[in-house]
């Protein structure tokens, strides 16, 4: 089992910054693929960005050059480094874990709120 749990989020103004954590139970940066997810209201939840055992990032058109995923592996935690905030970031969103050989072990964070509002 891993448990994850996302924090950092919160209300910003257009432009602002932000960073999201993502604390991990347990050492599982070497075998999952991490991944941050978003689901705005009404809306179905999307890919922001992921970042693979091996470092490789990848990230939805909507957020690059904004948004950088990094990882401190001493701490288990992943980040989610937002720049330049729009109003349509405005979501919950969402640590995902992936283990990059058996995809049904698959775990989510609770998520957290991120408001982007003049």
């Known amino acids: 089992q891993v448990q994850l749990v996302e924090s950092g989020g919160g209300l910003v103004q257009p432009g602002g910054s932000l960073r999201l954590s993502c604390a991990a139970s347990?050492?599982?940066?070497?075998?999952?693929?991490m991944g941050w997810y978003r689901q705005a209201p009404g809306k179905q939840r999307e890919l922001v960005g992921i970042?693979?055992?091996?470092?490789?990032?990848n990230y939805a058109d909507s957020v690059k050059g904004r948004f950088t995923i990094s990882r401190d592996n001493a701490k288990d935690t992943m980040y989610l480094q937002m720049n330049n905030l729009k109003p349509e970031d405005t979501a919950v969103y969402y640590c995902?874990?992936?283990?990059?050989?058996?995809?049904?072990?698959?775990?989510w964070g609770q998520g957290t709120q991120v408001t982007v509002v003049s």
């Open positions: 970042i693979l055992s091996f470092g490789l990032t």
């Open positions: 347990r050492s599982i940066f070497s075998t999952y693929t």
């Open positions: 995902n874990a992936v283990h990059r050989i058996n995809p049904s072990s698959n775990y």
